[in-house]
């Protein structure tokens, strides 16, 4: 009798990478897409749900991130101060100003499970506003998203 059962992969047998790649006029959706799989795991072979077995994703250039259509003003992000009517709101060409890393951070933590594990799998992400990062003796390798589709890139 042939049984069939699904192979669980630990954490430590993953080979875990680090990847680096320049957000130098990518828009902002596409990319925390693919960040979030490779952060997730899901572009390997032995992805399990419930395992983090995703690799680190070191991003610079967080700052010249492009949205498309009229979202750099229209677009807000909320938070609450835990007082009564104590709701604030930020447009995004503001946020963009002050904090850029945030808008890609925010983007990607939304496309991540909300729990234990997808805490764990957010510290795997790194973003930078500018052209230098602190992560060069992990030798990460450089990968291209606007490449993978036309659409991933927006001119200046």
Sequence with gaps: MITKT???????DCEIKWY????TDLVLGRLASQLATIIRGKNK???????????YVVVINA?????????????????????IGGIKGI?????MENHP??????AVERMVSRGKLGRQQMTKLRVFAGAEH?????????LDIASKNRKNKRGA
């Design 6 to 12: 699904t192979k669980t992969v630990k954490p430590a």
């Design 20 to 23: 680096l790649v320049d957000a």
């Design 45 to 55: 072979p032995c992805y399990t749900p419930t395992q983090d077995c995703g690799d």
């Design 63 to 83: 700052d010249k991130i492009q949205l498309t259509g009229h979202k750099l003003e229209h677009k807000e992000y909320f938070h609450h101060t835990g007082y």
């Design 91 to 95: 447009t995004a060409k503001k946020q």
């Design 101 to 106: 890393e945030r808008l890609l951070i925010k």
């Design 134 to 142: 602190t992560h060069q003796a992990q030798n990460p390798i450089v």
